[in-house]
Each structure stands twice: as C-alpha cells, then as structure tokens.
C-alpha cells in the first residue's frame, strides 16, 4: 500500500536523495548532462529546499510503503497566482518504482491539499519530451500553454504548461 505524508525541514536530505535518485534518469535522455546538473543543483541543494519550504510555502509530500522504504515526492504551492491556482512543482518516483501507482496517488494528493484550501485549479509545467505528458492527460490535464523559461546559464526549460479544474 502507498502511504503519503507532508514532509518535515528535517525530510530536506531525503528529498535531495529522492530527488537526485529520479531526476537524472528522468531528463538526461533528452536534455544534456551538464543543464540536469546545473538544474539539481539550483532546485534541489538543501538552502533551495529550505526556501521553497520555508519562503515560498511550499508543501512537500513523501510517499512510502508498508516497509517505510520512501518512493517518490511531490511538492505544490498553494495561491500561486492569487487566482485559486495552485502550482504542482515537483512530481518524482523513483524508476524502479514507476507504473505502480505512486505517482497518481501523489497527484491526488496535491489536488486534494489544493482543493481543501479552496483553490479551483492546478498547474504544474513537464518536459514537452517527457513522458510524464501522457500521464497527466490521462489524469485530466490539459495543455494551456508552450512555454520556454530561461534558467540561467544558457539554459532553458523547454515546458507545457498544464492545467486542470479541482473543483
């Protein structure tokens, strides 16, 4: 069974290891080593966390099974645009773990602490070449918009916004 629990500022170093466990071999198939690098590094080192947590507010969410093993996270902020939306930030399973549920109990999850706060919406940006995509349609996402974010460095996030009613 999938248990999900909010995490804690004392969670920081899971999440880096989650993070760093998933994220690699989620986007260096199409995006070079040395941007993966450079994105890590500025999402996921322990201050950025820490600031995510504590100066944006944003809640993170651990999955875990019965044996306590930790398998994915999620992580979402609540009034992100001051119009009932919701931001899904982060979503990551580790690999061998995928395609057993955890990353739509996740989802429910966010939609779930977004709707209780009275947000009517969730937004959250993929990879216009992950495979993610497929799986957020299939749960009720739709494209609203391309979008090209410059991250610094020479790097881009070449992304679909999506979006999808909580109501």
């Keep these: 069974m999938i248990h999900i629990r909010i995490a804690q500022l004392e969670d920081i170093d899971l999440i880096h290891q989650l993070g760093k466990a998933a ?8 995006i070079s080593e040395a941007q993966v690098d450079y ?3 500025k999402m996921y080192d322990a201050q950025s966390l820490q600031e995510q947590m504590n100066v944006r ?8 099974d019965d044996d306590d ?15 009932q939306t919701s931001k899904l930030h982060k979503l990551y399973v580790l690999p061998d773990t995928q ?5 739509k109990t996740l989802l ?3 939609e779930e602490i977004a709707r209780n706060a009275g947000e009517e919406n969730l937004l959250l ?16 996402y739709t494209i609203h918009r391309i ?21």
């Design 23 to 30: 994220f690699y071999p989620t986007y260096l198939p199409y």
């Design 39 to 41: 994105m890590f590094h």
């Design 57 to 64: 507010g944003d809640i993170f969410l651990i999955a875990y």
């Design 69 to 83: 093993a930790s398998l994915g996270f999620a992580s979402l902020q609540i009034n992100y645009d001051g119009k």
């Design 99 to 103: 395609t057993k549920g955890i990353g």
């Design 108 to 110: 429910h999850k966010a």
């Design 125 to 140: 940006n993929v990879n216009r070449y992950n495979k993610a995509v497929d799986f957020y349609k299939h749960l009720g």
């Design 147 to 167: 979008d090209d974010i410059d991250i610094g460095n020479g790097f881009f996030m070449n992304d679909y916004e999506m979006i999808k009613s909580i109501k």
